[in-house]
């Protein structure tokens, strides 16, 4: 049978026919922690830490699935899983007004549950048992079924708890439970009857002939399709003589929809007895196949077996359609964050290569340096250190450093180039996450970036003072002229490259091509690229961070299926 492959594996307890007169114990029996349920605890806590933060078509989707995955677990397999002998739960449920709470009185033959012409009827659900089975509804032990849901005895019901009712008859075995309408007008009588149906060992599905087509009820049916649920269906108020007529349809449609096992009870339109129940012969067939599951060993073992395996299965597949959103959500998040390495890559690489290639020695620059060369501070500078060579102590102190203006310009020049190459990868990397809705959902609320000048400016600055202590300066003191020249000649190897033919000058290759400043000035290009790496690192990070609730789901998908497969092999 269909339940016996999907049941291999589940643990089960020894039955014989003495069970269903065997004196219920005082205490719950204690059950060992099989692997299948320490497998499913993990399962249910990867679940319970799924995020899709990035707006993909089927994030908002996959965190209501995650969360309706919990709560089968909570209020189903770990409870069922844990006390296996527990009364098989059949939950009477439907859309409104087809006669659920009706049908449940007149199974127990008792007014138990309210039913009347006011919608919605059931507005907290009614859970009808035997007195011996009460307390395992009762407790409050963990695992516990539907622990969600606060027990009552009494009369007053408050939306949101399981009132708990005694009859004598119903047999021991069995629980009936009315469920509030799952097309309730009330939203939250909609989510309490898909938790309760959810929890079900059998639901007990009720609709009538003028209704059976209706697109809500289908939904839920081929929702306990796809979980595996035990399912029969009440075709209830059928008028007088067309029983065979829609009740074949409603097989077929059933057929149509791989329900083809269904057990299907037909009721006719019937006046109701004094206490507004179906005449007893009416019920008499299915009542008897309810009370026989419950009092037959095999037949109970058999149901509560096939809606297990059938809530596993569903369970393995629902979960790994879950890791795969994962993996869509880290690709999307490594589409995104690779824009960002790209585009700052790619402005690294523009400084880079606008000092290799001496790019800053053109325009205001460029003229800034034939004035420093033609009025003879460049000689005097190469002179200058060529005496620092021989005898630094002796260097000029006071006078003012070499080449102010082109200084100046070198600065100004470097500042708009770092500036531009940033401000170039934000707006590039904006646009192309502008372009992304997971990336576009990110920069809601944000500002966009402007011109990082002052940033650079403070960059430019730091620097030169570095390039001073590498010329062999003191910050803190007066530098001595020939440490400015050094550091000078390094800000002219750092910046002009190659030295454009434009602007080549006899002798200025030779002197920047000195060993000793040639090591200089590499120190002096690395700690530069350095600054503009860190600074661009930074820039970049206001568009990672945005991917930081995506991180945090690293490996959440490699625990969730490592978990699964834990749960496959118990």
Same mark, same amino acid.
């Given at each position: 049978?269909?339940?016996?492959?999907?049941?291999?594996?589940?643990?089960?307890?020894?039955?014989?026919?003495?069970?269903?007169?065997?004196?219920?114990?005082?205490?719950?029996?204690?059950?060992?922690?099989?692997?299948?349920?320490?497998?499913?605890?993990?399962?249910?806590?990867?679940?319970?830490?799924?995020?899709?933060?990035?707006?993909?078509?089927?994030?908002?989707?996959?965190?209501?699935?995650?969360?309706?995955?919990?709560?089968?677990?909570?209020?189903?397999?770990?409870?069922?899983?844990?006390?296996?002998?527990?009364?098989?739960?059949?939950?009477?449920?439907?859309?409104?007004?087809?006669?659920?709470?009706?049908?449940?009185?007149?199974?127990?033959?008792?007014?138990?549950?309210?039913?009347?012409?006011?919608?919605?009827?059931?507005?907290?659900?009614?859970?009808?048992?035997?007195?011996?089975?009460?307390?395992?509804?009762?407790?409050?032990?963990?695992?516990?079924?539907?622990?969600?849901?606060?027990?009552?005895?009494?009369?007053?019901?408050?939306?949101?708890?399981?009132?708990?009712?005694?009859?004598?008859?119903?047999?021991?075995?069995?629980?009936?439970?009315?469920?509030?309408?799952?097309?309730?007008?009330?939203?939250?009588?909609?989510?309490?009857?898909?938790?309760?149906?959810?929890?079900?060992?059998?639901?007990?599905?009720?609709?009538?002939?003028?209704?059976?087509?209706?697109?809500?009820?289908?939904?839920?049916?081929?929702?306990?399709?796809?979980?595996?649920?035990?399912?029969?269906?009440?075709?209830?108020?059928?008028?007088?003589?067309?029983?065979?007529?829609?009740?074949?349809?409603?097989?077929?449609?059933?057929?149509?929809?791989?329900?083809?096992?269904?057990?299907?009870?037909?009721?006719?339109?019937?006046?109701?007895?004094?206490?507004?129940?179906?005449?007893?012969?009416?019920?008499?067939?299915?009542?008897?196949?309810?009370?026989?599951?419950?009092?037959?060993?095999?037949?109970?073992?058999?149901?509560?077996?096939?809606?297990?395996?059938?809530?596993?299965?569903?369970?393995?597949?629902?979960?790994?359609?879950?890791?795969?959103?994962?993996?869509?959500?880290?690709?999307?998040?490594?589409?995104?964050?690779?824009?960002?390495?790209?585009?700052?890559?790619?402005?690294?690489?523009?400084?880079?290569?606008?000092?290799?290639?001496?790019?800053?020695?053109?325009?205001?620059?460029?003229?800034?340096?034939?004035?420093?060369?033609?009025?003879?501070?460049?000689?005097?500078?190469?002179?200058?250190?060529? @005496? %620092? !060579?021989?005898?630094?102590?002796?260097? +000029? #102190? *006071?006078?003012?450093?070499?080449? =102010?203006? /082109?200084? $100046?310009? &070198?600065?100004?020049?470097?500042?708009?180039?770092?500036?531009?190459?940033?401000?170039?990868?934000?707006?590039?990397?904006?646009?192309?996450?502008?372009?992304?809705?997971?990336?576009?959902?990110?920069?809601?609320?944000?500002?966009?970036?402007?011109?990082?000048?002052?940033?650079?400016?403070?960059?430019?600055?730091?620097?030169?003072?570095?390039?001073?202590?590498?010329?062999?300066?003191?910050? @803190? %003191? !007066?530098?001595?002229?020939?440490?400015? +020249? #050094? *550091?000078?000649?390094?800000?002219? =190897?750092? /910046?002009? $490259?190659? &030295?454009?033919?434009?602007?080549?000058?006899?002798?200025?290759?030779?002197?920047?091509?000195?060993?000793?400043?040639?090591?200089?000035?590499?120190?002096?290009?690395?700690?530069?690229?350095?600054?503009?790496?860190?600074?661009?690192?930074?820039?970049?990070?206001?568009?990672?961070?945005?991917?930081?609730?995506?991180?945090?789901?690293?490996?959440?998908?490699?625990?969730?299926?490592?978990?699964?497969?834990?749960?496959?092999?118990?």
């Amino acid at each position: 049978m269909a339940g016996d492959s999907r049941t291999e594996g589940l643990p089960r307890r020894p039955r014989t026919d003495r069970d269903a007169a065997r004196p219920e114990p005082d205490e719950p029996p204690e059950v060992p922690e099989f692997g299948l349920v320490g497998a499913l605890r993990r399962v249910r806590e990867e679940l319970s830490g799924l995020r899709f933060p990035l707006v993909l078509p089927d994030a908002e989707q996959s965190a209501a699935t995650a969360r309706t995955l919990v709560a089968q677990l909570d209020d189903y397999l770990l409870p069922r899983l844990a006390r296996l002998d527990a009364p098989l739960l059949v939950v009477v449920g439907g859309s409104t007004g087809v006669g659920k709470s009706t049908l449940v009185n007149s199974l127990v033959r008792a007014p138990v549950t309210q039913s009347g012409v006011l919608r919605p009827t059931t507005r907290a659900p009614v859970l009808v048992t035997s007195p011996a089975d009460s307390k395992w509804f009762l407790e409050q032990t963990e695992p516990h079924l539907l622990p969600g849901l606060p027990r009552t005895t009494g009369l007053a019901t408050t939306l949101g708890m399981l009132r708990v009712i005694s009859a004598t008859g119903l047999p021991r075995g069995l629980g009936l439970l009315d469920a509030p309408d799952i097309d309730s007008v009330d939203a939250a009588n909609r989510e309490i009857a898909a938790q309760v149906l959810g929890a079900a060992d059998l639901w007990l599905f009720v609709t009538t002939a003028s209704r059976y087509a209706d697109a809500v009820p289908w939904d839920a049916l081929r929702t306990a399709r796809d979980r595996g649920t035990r399912l029969a269906v009440v075709l209830n108020r059928v008028p007088e003589g067309a029983e065979e007529e829609i009740g074949s349809h409603l097989r077929e449609m059933l057929d149509a929809e791989g329900l083809p096992a269904v057990e299907l009870f037909v009721l006719p339109e019937v006046a109701l007895d004094g206490q507004g129940m179906v005449p007893e012969d009416r019920v008499i067939p299915m009542r008897d196949w309810l009370f026989g599951l419950a009092e037959q060993p095999a037949g109970r073992v058999r149901v509560v077996g096939d809606t297990l395996g059938g809530a596993l299965a569903s369970l393995r597949w629902t979960a790994e359609e879950l890791a795969t959103a994962l993996d869509r959500q880290s690709a999307a998040a490594a589409t995104l964050r690779t824009a960002v390495t790209t585009e700052y890559g790619t402005a690294l690489s523009t400084v880079d290569t606008a000092l290799a290639g001496g790019t800053l020695l053109r325009g205001e620059i460029l003229v800034r340096w034939r004035e420093f060369v033609a009025g003879g501070e460049f000689h005097e500078a190469v002179a200058a250190r060529a @005496g %620092r !060579r021989k005898r630094i102590g002796a260097a +000029v #102190t *006071g006078k003012a450093p070499p080449g =102010g203006k /082109l200084q $100046g310009a &070198l600065a100004g020049g470097l500042v708009t180039l770092i500036a531009e190459a940033a401000a170039g990868a934000a707006d590039r990397t904006w646009a192309s996450w502008a372009a992304d809705p997971a990336g576009a959902a990110l920069l809601t609320g944000v500002q966009r970036p402007g011109r990082r000048t002052e940033r650079s400016r403070a960059l430019v600055r730091d620097w030169r003072e570095r390039v001073l202590e590498l010329a062999g300066g003191d910050t @803190g %003191r !007066r530098i001595p002229y020939a440490v400015h +020249v #050094t *550091g000078l000649l390094i800000m002219l =190897g750092v /910046l002009g $490259g190659e &030295l454009p033919e434009e602007a080549a000058e006899p002798g200025a290759a030779q002197v920047l091509n000195d060993s000793a400043l040639r090591t200089l000035i590499e120190h002096g290009r690395e700690d530069l690229l350095a600054r503009v790496r860190d600074l661009l690192a930074a820039d970049a990070a206001r568009f990672t961070g945005r991917l930081a609730a995506v991180d945090a789901t690293t490996g959440r998908a490699a625990r969730l299926r490592a978990a699964l497969s834990a749960g496959a092999t118990a």
